[in-house]
């Protein structure tokens, strides 16, 4: 068990670039998650994945924004022409087990965005 | 919507001292609720979780207990040491949605010798 990575951990790029992040969940985790935090708050939740379905996604994401895990194991998240507004860190949690009402989520170290 | 109030911070306390931090929430239905910690220049780990009224939740010396009538969840520990020294998150899922997680704002919690 090597814990939730996440690449790249810092990622410095100008409004309008796009950008990709990548989640290495736990092995065998079948539940995936992505949050943003702003300094000061907490996590934000962004969306979620059961296996390869994303099966719920937050209403404050943007069209600009999308999330994939195609064979259901790493997970990437884009920003396409991105705003001063997404810098924040971008959290990335797994879980397995019975419900995921109680089941505990792993975070990853996070990756910082920071829009210029 | 689902909301988590936490007490608002800095807290700093002293060695031994004992420690509360206040948890609120809203939701509908029973919701699952957590205590996350995030020591410096780590990630959020779960501290501690209870999933129905009155359970109570226990780690590290650390308790809170799910209280459905005042709906709170609150944060205590009989004497807090240096390396608790941390940020503190309130979190909650629900059921339904049970993928989402809602955190309150956090506490940062400064322990001196």
């Known amino acids: 068990d090597t814990g939730v990575s996440q690449d790249p951990r810092h990622k410095i790029t100008k409004r309008g670039q796009n950008v990709t992040f990548r989640c290495d969940p736990i092995s065998e985790h079948n539940r995936l998650y992505w949050y943003r935090q702003t300094l000061g708050q907490g996590p934000e939740f962004l969306t979620y994945?059961?296996?390869?379905?994303?099966?719920?996604k937050s209403r404050l994401l943007s069209d600009r924004f999308s999330a994939e895990r195609p064979k259901g194991s790493f997970s990437t998240l884009e920003i396409q022409r991105t705003e001063q507004g997404d810098s924040a860190m971008y959290l990335c949690?797994?879980?397995?087990?019975?419900?995921?009402?109680?089941?505990?989520?792993?975070f990853g170290p996070g990756t910082r965005l920071t829009v210029l | 919507g689902n909301s988590v109030t936490q007490m608002e911070g800095p807290v700093t306390l002293s060695e031994e001292a004992f420690l509360t931090i206040n948890c609120t929430y809203t939701?509908?239905?029973?919701?699952?609720l957590f205590w996350y910690v995030q020591y410096p220049g780590e990630g959020l780990q779960l501290l501690l979780k209870a999933t129905k009224a009155d359970d109570k939740g226990s780690n590290k010396g650390f308790e809170a207990t799910y209280r459905k009538e005042t709906t709170s969840f609150h944060l205590e520990k009989g004497s807090v040491q240096v390396s608790d020294s941390a940020v503190y998150f309130c979190?909650?899922?629900?059921?339904?949605?049970?993928?989402?997680?809602?955190f309150g704002d956090g506490t940062t919690l400064t322990v001196k010798p």
């Open positions: 939701a509908t239905g029973y919701p699952s």
């Open positions: 979190a909650l899922r629900r059921y339904t949605n049970a993928g989402k997680s809602t």
């Open positions: 994945f059961q296996n390869e379905a994303q099966l719920e």
């Open positions: 949690a797994s879980s397995s087990g019975d419900s995921s009402s109680t089941d505990t989520q792993y």
